[in-house]
């Protein structure tokens, strides 16, 4: 079992491009969670996906970003037209099962984006 | 103010000494996270608490549902423990998402 896996590892991309990240959860999850981490910030709740359905996206900025999780492959969190503001460490974590009272959450290694 | 604080932010400390990290919240939860976050980025969850305490290893987490606290302790501390430590919460009624601390940078000399 691969672990999460998110790619790419760092990304650069220019003002007014688009920054594509890519989630695969652990197999046999179907909870997708994305959180941002700003510089010298904590973590913060982006959007909670499962299979197919946006569940919960209040943490999301409410334009240029979108999340996805197609029934088949990674699930996809889009950035359109980005701007210097938005570069973050992006992190991506699963789970099998809703969090619950013993539901273990598996982090991914993040992706760094860096919007010259 | 945060709904999570974390104290101390920095800490430094010499190998084999007793760690300890602390976690205040202020909103009703179902169940508080520790994280552990590593020089190159990566993140390992530690514990997840609702109530009492859990040992793993020279870690030990308690929390404290009445006086909304809890605390990160490290035993035997060892250079590799060197690690942002995070708190997280979540909160009632089925909700999903986390809220975290800003993180205790600890470093532990050899």
């Known amino acids: 079992n691969a672990g999460v896996m998110q790619n790419p590892r760092h990304l650069v991309r220019r003002r007014g491009q688009e920054a594509r990240l890519r989630c695969s959860p652990m197999?046999?999850?179907?909870?997708v969670y994305w959180y941002r981490q700003l510089p010298e910030e904590g973590l913060k709740f982006m959007v909670y996906?499962?299979?197919?359905?946006?569940?919960?996206e209040s943490g999301m900025p409410k334009e240029r970003f979108s999340a996805e999780f197609p029934k088949e492959g990674p699930s996809i969190l889009r950035i359109q037209q980005v701007v210097r503001g938005d570069s973050a460490a992006y992190f991506c974590?699963?789970?099998?099962?809703?969090?619950?009272?013993?539901?273990?959450?598996?982090f991914g290694s993040g992706t760094q984006l860096s919007v010259l | 103010k945060n709904e999570v604080e974390q104290s101390p932010q920095n800490l430094t400390a010499q190998e084999g000494e007793f760690i300890t990290i602390n976690c205040s919240y202020s909103v009703g939860i179902s169940a508080l996270h520790w994280l552990q976050q590593h020089p190159g980025g990566g993140i390992v969850s530690l514990f997840m608490?609702?109530?009492g305490k859990k040992k793993h290893g020279r870690l030990i987490a308690t929390i404290n549902i009445q006086e909304k606290h809890s605390s990160l302790h490290i035993t035997a501390s060892h250079p590799r423990d060197s690690a942002v430590y995070i708190c997280a919460v979540r909160g009632l009624q089925g909700a999903q998402k986390l809220v975290f601390g800003q993180g205790t940078r600890l470093t532990i000399n050899p």
């Open positions: 974590a699963s789970s099998e099962l809703p969090m619950g009272t013993n539901e273990k959450l598996f």
């Open positions: 608490l609702s109530s």
């Open positions: 197999k046999g999850h179907s909870h």
């Open positions: 996906l499962q299979k197919e359905n946006i569940i919960d």
